[in-house]
């Protein structure tokens, strides 16, 4: 069994997708070829937003971002505790200080009740300042972005989306990649819309931001590649990856966000009463990046997912260690205290295989073994 299957993805989306990318060997523009402008179109019309940005991952997806707005030395950056590190690595890349924040017990996304109060610490300590909130859509849900808009208006802050995992959800009608005053997301393999190999994007319906952004990620250009303007990176979008999501994307959108809605329902009746189950709040929508269920114990969660192995069912811990642990950031002195909930989480959480193409069998497979390892 596999905990994401690529392979039956491929399976069933072959001939398109080898259409796709022979079009592309064919024409040979392998760097920022029509494909990529295809593609940002399609998203960025799919999201409902002005502007998508296609760059080289994830990461550099949201660094740009920060770029763009200027932030560097002296500034906090607002960070959910518990997620990957990605999320905070950037903010340092670029001189700021990432401010780790405390999550909600049952979203796994930031708790704005905790980011108040954090932000009025670092306002009171006068050594930082406030400048944006990445708010990560964890494991395929939104955040709470009603929230977090009014404690961005309050502090005059930006909203940085951090939608690697969220692509695909939405609130109300309104989708991810859509929230923030930039929103990012990833195209790495696993993520709900992967290529193969890394990709990313930007959202944003502001101009200039938009044209920075288009200039950092090929070097800072100007009016051509040979007309530097500013310090940025290398950051494109493969076409031939462009080529592999224009080939999955209609299938995402038509069939498999579909298909992940009742792989998760029927997980979550099979296992409501044996473990904690994944909590989609009223009026949201998950993506279902991930399925992860909690356990009463560190040492359950280690049980169940050595007993899952030994039934050759793979299983991962999203994420073991929270970010103000990380030994990368042990510089910045956060208080362990602070993260009740982050820390609580780390011990207990499990993610179960999960992706559009599972059987019902696998379904009754995996949920079975969990049922038989819990009660026995």
Request: with cysteine.
């Amino acid at each position: 069994m596999e905990f994401r299957d690529l392979k039956r993805q491929y399976q069933y989306l072959k001939e398109n997708i080898d259409s796709k990318i022979q079009e592309v060997i064919c024409h040979a523009d392998f760097i920022q070829g029509r494909e990529v402008v295809e593609l940002e179109e399609l998203l960025a019309d799919y999201a409902g937003t002005k502007h998508c940005v296609t760059c080289a991952n994830g990461t550099d997806a949201l660094q740009l971002a920060l770029m763009a707005w200027n932030i560097g030395e002296g500034d906090a950056v607002f960070v959910p505790d518990f997620t990957f590190f990605s999320s905070g690595e950037v903010v340092s890349a670029v001189n700021a200080v990432p401010v780790f924040v405390d999550i909600e017990p049952d979203t796994y996304n930031i708790d704005g009740d905790s980011l108040e109060t954090v932000i009025r610490k670092t306002v009171q300590e006068g050594r930082l300042t406030p400048k944006a909130i990445v708010a990560v859509d964890l494991f395929g849900q939104p955040a709470d972005y009603g929230k977090l808009r009014r404690i961005a208006e309050q502090y005059h802050m930006f909203i940085l989306e951090d939608a690697a995992q969220g692509f695909g959800g939405r609130i109300g009608e309104k989708k991810a990649c859509s929230f923030g005053d930039i929103s990012t997301t990833s195209f790495f393999p696993a993520k709900p819309l992967g290529c193969y190999g890394d990709g990313g994007a930007i959202f944003t319906d502001n101009d200039e931001w938009a044209a920075l952004l288009r200039s950092y990620r090929v070097h800072g250009k100007g009016s051509s590649k040979y007309d530097n303007v500013r310090i940025g990176m290398n950051s494109r979008l493969d076409t031939l990856q462009a080529a592999v999501l224009l080939a999955k994307f209609p299938v995402f959108m038509e069939k498999e966000l579909d298909w992940m809605q009742r792989i998760a329902a029927e997980y979550t009746g099979q296992l409501a009463d044996v473990v904690q189950t994944p909590f989609i709040k009223e009026g949201f929508y998950s993506s279902w990046a991930q399925y992860t269920i909690q356990l009463p114990e560190k040492a359950v969660r280690n049980g169940l997912q050595s007993y899952l192995k030994e039934q050759g069912i793979p299983s991962a811990v999203y994420y073991q260690k929270p970010m103000h642990r990380q030994q990368a950031f042990a510089g910045n002195e956060y208080d362990d205290k602070g993260y009740p909930v982050a820390n609580m989480l780390s011990d207990i959480v499990l993610s179960l295989p999960f992706h559009p193409y599972m059987t019902e069998e696998e379904i009754l497979l995996v949920t079975g073994v969990v049922k038989k390892y819990i009660k026995g």
